[in-house]
């Protein structure tokens, strides 16, 4: 029988594959000056590991923290937010000295599987709405993160050995309200690079959205 780790160690491996053969790096050039995802990109390796120690560090009964997938796929893509999340799981063996199995447990249910089912599920949102602004902040933006983060932690916690009592059911309704917060405050921080700093975001674009040049859009973020 395939141990979980091993079965953990694939998935992550595949979604390697999938990222490197997608060039992420191509998002990451801009001729003749700094690429605008540089700076969404250098936020996330810098938060996103010590907002997965912090639970760890806090010694929390139950284990729960936010995913940050979600938010890192949208600024940055699928592709790059692979690397990403890999970087933040591993980090814990250092920041709370989680054992490698742990850490790449961690990897897959809070970062890969929910960064995966934000862009499956907001490719679908996409094509049953159309490219629209609120299907974009309503679709994409919360309620794609909040099932994508729901379904994986209540996925990740079924296969883990079952605590039973009180204890299983207070776990299933945390993961709800934790999936609903976060999507609530990614869905904010979307709304405000929407309106100030469109171009830290790979999934949005004025052209498709709005209809407008992004020239046009450039000038009148400069005035």
């Known amino acids: 029988m395939v141990s979980r780790v091993a079965v953990e160690t694939i998935l992550l491996a595949l979604a390697w ?22 700076t969404p990109l250098l ?3 810098t938060i996103l590991p010590w ?5 760890g560090l806090a010694a929390l009964p139950i284990p729960l923290h936010w995913s940050g997938a979600p938010l890192v796929v949208l600024l940055v893509g699928w592709p790059l937010a692979i690397p990403v999340l890999t970087l933040a799981g591993l980090s814990t063996m250092v ?11 961690l990897t897959i249910w809070s970062g890969v599987l929910p960064a995966t089912l934000v862009l499956a599920l907001g490719q679908l949102v996409r094509k049953g709405f159309g490219p ?25 916690a079924a296969l883990q050995p079952d605590p039973g009592g009180t204890r299983a059911e207070l776990h299933r309704i945390a993961l709800g309200l934790l999936a609903m917060g976060e999507a609530s405050w990614g869905c904010a921080i979307v709304s405000l690079l929407v309106a100030y700093r469109p171009q830290w975001l790979a999934t949005w674009s004025d052209a498709i959205y709005l209809g ?8 009148r973020t400069r005035r």
């Open 95 to 105: 920041s709370t000295g989680a054992s490698f199995e742990q850490a790449l447990s």
């Open 17 to 38: 594959a999938a990222a490197l053969a997608l060039r992420p790096w191509r998002l990451l050039q801009a001729p003749g000056g700094i690429p605008p995802l540089a």
């Open 212 to 219: 407008r040049p992004v020239r046009a859009r450039a000038v």
């Open 132 to 156: 629209h602004p609120v299907a974009y902040m309503l679709g994409r933006a919360f309620f794609v993160p909040m099932l994508a983060l729901a379904g994986s932690g209540l996925l990740a």
């Open 43 to 45: 936020a996330a390796l």
């Open 51 to 55: 907002l997965w120690a912090w639970p």
